[in-house]
């Protein structure tokens, strides 16, 4: 079974700077589009970002501009690399498949966007 370990939220300062990882435990970033989610206290999970296999790019409309996925088949990890963080930002952040029957999904990490 896949298991997916999100790490490097933390607590930050409306403007700075955080970079996301995922590692799975298997070459399943190979083979799949994957995805940054994100859910909030009292709000439904959302798609943040995605990454095709060939590494084209897709983002929510919230993010566009601040947000940037990345993919390293080698090291069957993603990345989700957030500048100028905003308070509505704070949320656990999750990564999975894009679309289709999704991998169980990991514990995420929190990322709090405070001043």
């Known amino acids: 079974q896949v298991q997916l370990v999100e790490s490097g939220g933390g607590l930050v300062q409306p403007g700075e700077s955080l970079r996301l990882s995922c590692a799975a435990s298997?070459?399943?970033?190979?083979?799949?589009?994957m995805a940054w989610y994100r859910q909030a206290p009292g709000k439904q999970r959302e798609l943040v970002a995605s990454?095709?296999?060939?590494?084209?790019?897709n983002y929510a409309d919230s993010v566009k501009g601040r947000f940037t996925i990345s993919r390293d088949g080698a090291k069957n990890s993603v990345y989700l690399q957030m500048n100028n963080l905003k308070p509505e930002d704070t949320a656990v952040y999750l990564c999975n498949r894009a679309s289709g029957v999704l991998f169980k999904w990991g514990q995420g990490t929190q990322v709090t966007v405070s001043s």
């Open positions: 298997g070459s399943i970033f190979k083979i799949n589009e």
């Open positions: 990454i095709t296999v060939g590494g084209s790019t």
